[in-house]
């Protein structure tokens, strides 16, 4: 069963007055003072209270690339997740979950999320694995379409459509409250900037994504090239 959602991003007020506001250096801003980049937060736990947990924080990141396929892949042994999260994953109200979410990336911004979590100490081929798509789709030159799915196995009868929508809407709330306010923070202080000339504080956990910025890269300079040649 799946339930597909969306929602746009928009920074505002519009890039032309933010423009004018920020003079600063760095898109997590030049004049904050960021300790928990020293402590090794993870910009997810930044974001989201509902997952900010110690074992969360001790989670295990690997990165690997096969062509232009990007993969994040990350376990998180121990946690004790919330009551809806262990409802989807049949996890026992009073076990903790091993969980894992590994993440594949392809251009230009398509992502397929695989989150899995099995009661902890039991083999992962035990687990619940809940399949997902994130799709982004440019709008105008600053703002974005964004397009989830969420699915259920069938096998699973009518608690897999229940489970779907529950879920769409359990997610709605961090997206629309604890993302999309921050990205479109950082996009009116961006200004419209190159990435690269504001000098990001980049953290371990942020290898993935840095990575699929230089692809996206070189095929925008790819495509230059070919048009300028074609021209
Ligand atoms: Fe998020």
Redesign the pocket.
Known sequence: MTLNNAMSITPLPPLKTARVRSKHGSNLGGNFRLPWVSSQWNS?EF??PLFSSDAVRRARVEFQQDSETIWSKRFIANDDLPAFLKQAFRIPDDALADRWLDVRWNAPALMALWSGAVASGRPKEEGIIVPSAHFFTPETTASTHYFYAISFPRVLGPIAEDLAASNVEALRG?FEC??KPVIEAVARRMAGAPFWSLKPVLLTNDTPSIRARRLVEQKIQKENQMNSLAG
């Open positions: 997810t974001l989201h961090p604890e993302d």
